[in-house]
């Protein structure tokens, strides 16, 4: 059976975006050249070394231009983990003389919440912040715990759990005011392609993105500096990305980036309404069936039109997504990376759910790729199931 | 024939058609992340990856849950060096390296340097080659780890790593070989070779960029590494990530081809590297091999040729992509550290050539550059007032130099 079929042949609906993303043949024609004929390292000085390096720098033009960024101020990494590694450890260890104060956000992805923990082991105090009573990000809350030595703020673009987005800008403008050698930064995985990652107007020090969440491929990403930061690399050896990650570029991976970020950036706005539309067509499809709803992920704040997080009633919500994977309809609970821990998500209880109704969230994720009948038939398979399951 | 003529094998390789092949659904319709547990698109993926695990092990001589797969040789040397240090750093400080490893070793020894661990740079000998005894002679009771290359990246050059690996394990210490240049070019058994951490790049063996994996014994003893990037607890939480699918599924393609062809491409290079190495020797004078005859990777030449400039002959001879280093380190004009560390003398390690003959070079190829090398070196030479010197039969060395050269 393919994958792309479901049991009965059936075409099958997939609306886990946020984990991950297909490949757009556009960036994946780009890429072939770069497994094929032109397949010189970078750092060779002969013909096909000099063509390789050329097309990374054409990818790391296409991606500084879209986050407004300078190009020598992208370090290519192998993703999204590990460029939110290097700006919570790397941008930590080298302000280390100025403080050992570290804050990250109430929702982060564990790529940013984990290297900070591990932070303690070095002597670092890593502090979480936390959301008002409803779920909301509290913005005076949130900047009393920034201490004038707080030599690091990571707070996320936007959640990869329910979509919040986060006042960055406002963060990284209160921050300056009382921490002047804190490093910020925010990983704008789940929000690139989503919302305008403008480095400059988001006021931060570093921004982290990834290809595959943006129909590019896995193995690349990249973190993004405003300006030449102080940052200890991860990697040694080699000298690559002015030293700052070595090892051999991944052409193929990089030159694909390149292209679907400059995708993401040119249908933005297409897709940011389609992505509103389709978030409220679930809404409202969920409304009409009674006992689920998309959770709204913080009072008056926006979140992103590519995530809804639903509540279900009656069983938790790993029954409903054994049923709805067996009816064609793939989703998630929670986000992958944590696919394998069995604990409720720390995201799901910061906005005010239990732990039993922190279980009973399911994660529609959206795509520019997906459509209103995939939509439909997701609606389709729920009605039938909170039927089946008792859950009205 | 195509120009140029690609020589440059230990830099990178072209991905082989048939490891594209099978990378390529996981381009397309296979693009399931491996961790999404939920869903055919995941477990599609995860069961590719668990595949892939299972032929990369084959290859070694390992097991399947001892491979964590990282974005490439340097990262996994960065891994294997970095998280033995930090989990046995309490134990003792002491590493053993040589100074003819890759830079993503010596840089990684400098880094651990400056955390307050003692690393002591052997001295290969003059082919490239550090001792058994040498690395005997360095161990302390602090030592934790040594940490060599398999085969040397610029010189061809092989370690006796089975004796290495042995003493090692006498004495408990653990063992970290960088095989980069190694898997796919000779045997590897991790078990029969006493390999405790071991490095692969799938670039270096006809797979793609952006992927490698790192060895991690897990039975006598059971190696244990602090996580060097954090968030989502892949790969038994040494290694997050979202596993490079595609990537991860070449690799493995890449080193289940270069097994059953190991015996015939072993052939196929050792042939091609005699014939050039004849051709141009028989035609030059002064022509120096840098490395080691008896213990040699059959498809790296390197070789230098005296009171030419090697920028000029690289200039040269631009029909032909060879180097005169390594890649990684090709940006600087330095001469280079591997040859340096063999006290090889300036007028050699400034004047060395890499060939690098691989799995896709022809015999036509091979004769086209003899003739190239040949061509150039006479012109290059006919201009040089020492080759002259030294055919009139003055010793350089005993040229009593005035002012400034």
Not at chain 2, 12 to 28: C, H, I, N, Q, S
């Amino acid at each position: 059976m393919s994958v792309t079929e479901n049991k009965d042949g059936g075409s099958v609906v997939y609306l886990d975006n946020a984990a991950t993303t297909p490949i757009v043949a556009k960036v994946r024609d780009k890429m072939l050249p770069w497994l094929g004929a032109d397949w010189g390292n970078p750092s060779s000085r002969h013909s096909l070394g000099v063509k390789s390096r050329a097309a990374i720098d054409r990818a790391r033009d296409q991606v500084a231009r879209a986050l407004a960024a300078k190009p020598e101020r992208v370090i290519f990494t192998s993703g999204g983990t590990e460029a939110n590694n290097l700006a919570v450890l790397g941008a930590a260890r080298a302000r280390k003389k100025f403080g050992t104060h570290l804050l990250v956000g109430p929702a982060e992805h564990p790529a940013v919440r984990d290297p900070a923990l591990a932070l303690f082991d070095e002597g670092f105090q890593v502090e979480v912040g936390e959301l008002g009573p409803d779920g909301a990000f509290d913005l005076d809350a949130f900047l009393s715990a920034v201490r004038k030595d707080t030599v690091l703020v990571a707070l996320m673009l936007a959640s990869n759990e329910h979509g919040a987005i986060y006042p960055v800008s406002k963060v990284a403008a209160g921050v300056r005011r009382i921490a002047p050698n804190a490093h910020i930064h925010t990983d704008a995985v789940q929000a690139l392609g989503k919302l305008d990652v403008d480095i400059v107007e988001l006021g931060v020090d570093s921004v982290s993105i990834s290809a595959h969440k943006i129909h590019g491929p896995k193995g690349t990403g990249a973190l993004v500096l405003a300006r030449d930061l102080p940052l200890r690399p991860l990697v040694f050896g080699g000298g690559q990305e002015g030293a700052i990650r070595s090892g051999t570029e991944n052409v193929a991976g990089i030159v694909g980036f390149g292209e679907a970020v400059e995708m993401a950036d040119q249908t933005l706005e297409g897709t940011n309404a389609q992505l509103s539309k389709l978030k409220q067509r679930l809404a409202d499809g969920l409304a009409e069936i009674g006992g689920m709803r998309v959770l709204n992920p913080g009072g008056s704040n926006p979140s992103l039109g590519s995530i809804a997080a639903v509540l279900v009633s009656g069983p938790p919500a790993e029954v409903y997504l054994h049923h709805l994977e067996e009816r064609g309809v793939l989703v998630s609970v929670g986000s992958a990376c944590q696919a394998h821990k069995n604990e409720a998500s720390p995201a799901l209880l910061a906005l005010g759910l239990s732990a039993e109704e922190a279980r009973k969230v399911l994660r529609f994720s959206f795509s520019r790729e997906s459509t209103d009948s995939e939509v439909d038939r997701a609606l389709t398979v729920l009605r039938e199931l909170a039927g089946e399951l008792g859950a009205l | 024939m195509k120009l140029p003529i690609y020589l440059d094998y230990q830099a990178t390789t072209p991905v082989d058609p048939r490891v594209l092949e099978a990378m390529l659904p996981y381009f397309g319709a296979e693009f399931g992340n491996a961790a999404s547990r939920s869903h055919a698109y995941g477990w599609s993926a995860e069961e590719a990856v668990s595949n892939a695990r299972e032929k990369i092990a084959k290859t070694i001589g390992a097991s399947a849950k001892e491979i964590v797969f990282t974005s490439g040789s340097t990262e996994a040397i960065n891994l294997a060096m970095k998280g033995v240090a930090d989990m046995y750093g309490a134990k003792g400080k002491h590493i053993i390296t040589s100074q003819a490893e890759h830079k993503a070793v010596l840089d990684t020894a400098k880094h651990l340097e400056k955390q307050g661990f003692d690393v002591t740079y052997l001295d290969p000998d003059q082919t490239g080659r550090v001792s058994v005894e040498a690395v005997e002679a360095a161990m302390r009771e602090d030592t934790i780890l040594v940490s060599l290359m398999w085969a040397n990246n610029e010189v061809g050059t092989l370690n006796p790593i089975r004796e290495i690996g042995k003493l090692c394990h006498d004495r408990g210490v653990l063992f970290f070989t960088d095989a980069t240049q190694a898997v796919g070019k000779i045997p590897v058994d991790v078990e029969a070779d006493n390999i405790d951490l071991l490095c692969i790049s799938a670039h270096k063996l006809y797979g793609p960029k952006g992927v490698g994996c790192l060895f991690v014994r897990r039975r006598k003893p059971r190696v244990r590494l602090v996580s060097q990037m954090d968030g989502g607890g892949h790969e038994r939480g040494m290694r997050s990530g979202t596993l490079n699918v595609p990537g991860i599924v070449g690799l493995a393609e890449a080193c289940r081809l270069s097994r059953e062809s190991l015996d015939s491409e072993t052939k196929h290079a050792r042939a091609l590297r005699e014939r050039l190495e004849k051709s141009i020797c028989d035609r030059l004078d002064h022509v120096h091999f840098n490395g080691n005859r008896e213990h040699h990777l059959e498809g790296c030449l390197n070789l230098s040729f005296p009171y030419v400039e090697g920028e000029s002959l690289l200039m040269g001879i631009n029909d032909i992509a060879v180097s005169s280093g390594s890649a990684c380190t090709s940006a600087s004009l330095e001469p280079s550290h591997v040859l340096r560390s063999m006290k090889v003398g300036d007028e050699i390690a400034h004047s060395s050539i890499r060939f690098g003959i691989g799995r896709f070079t022809t015999e036509e190829e091979i004769d086209f550059c003899a003739d190239k090398v040949v061509e150039v070196v006479k012109r290059l030479r006919e201009l040089s007032p020492l080759y002259e010197m030294v055919l009139e039969g003055i010793d350089l060395s005993t040229v009593n130099w005035t002012g400034e050269h």
